[in-house]
């Protein structure tokens, strides 16, 4: 299968990305946690097996050597994502969208979260938060029935799984995985992956 992961991300700017860690970060060192969270991200999808790898980027980034760079279009994130698969994945049979803010996620998971449409339509990745932090779309037009779906509220995973079902499609669950939101967040997720950029990112701005 010709396979394609997008990595939806935010330039790491000061005072433009992970402002809810602030406090106790300071715009500078959130924007440093954000830069190792992209970097761990980029690091596992290099690991796949993907055939193709996207950066969908908002702001000024530069693509790894391999990688497509594909500017975010303006809207709101839903609009974001919607846009980022009908614009990236043309010529992938099945395409994983992820974000910046699990940077425990590891190659299999990545692996396995596209894998799922070899069986299923979509699969769909919830957060803790109640968000969602991998969707795996077979034909990328589909994420068109995501883009009114609310975002950053405690049902917009559900929502967007009872979307992609009501529509008739078939959608495998993968793990719970738990987003980097607050300090909070990153202090936790820091200790289920000791051993990567963020981490060390995490220990050196949050103690």
């Given at each position: 299968m010709r396979t394609q992961v997008l990595v939806l991300a935010k330039a790491p700017v000061p005072g433009r990305v992970k402002t809810r860690l602030c406090p106790p970060c300071t715009p500078e060192q959130a924007a440093a946690v954000a830069y190792a969270a992209i970097e761990d991200t980029l690091d596992a999808v290099d690991a796949t097996s993907a055939r193709w790898?996207?950066?969908?980027a908002d702001g000024v980034m530069t693509a790894r050597p391999g990688w497509c760079l594909v500017p975010q279009r303006d809207g709101d994130l839903g609009v974001r994502i919607a846009s980022a698969f009908t614009a990236a994945a043309e010529e992938?049979?099945?395409?994983?969208l992820i974000g910046m803010d699990t940077p425990q996620v590891r190659p299999d998971l990545l692996d396995a979260?596209?894998?799922?449409?070899?069986?299923?339509?979509?699969?769909?990745?919830?957060?803790?938060?109640?968000?969602w932090w991998a969707l795996t779309?077979?034909?990328?037009?589909?994420?068109?029935?995501?883009?009114?779906i609310p975002t950053s509220r405690p049902d917009?995973?559900?929502?967007?799984?009872?979307?992609?079902?009501a529509y008739g499609l078939r959608v495998a669950e993968l793990p719970v995985l738990r987003d980097v939101d607050t300090a909070a967040d990153a202090v936790e997720v820091a200790r289920r992956c000791p051993d990567g950029r963020f981490a060390a990112a995490v220990t050196e701005c949050l103690g």
């Open positions: 790898r996207t950066l969908v992938a049979e099945a395409t994983l979260a596209v894998r799922a449409a070899d069986e299923a339509d979509a699969a769909l990745g919830l957060a803790e938060d109640g968000g779309l077979r034909d990328p037009a589909h994420a068109t029935l995501i883009q009114e917009t995973g559900r929502r967007t799984l009872a979307a992609l079902r």
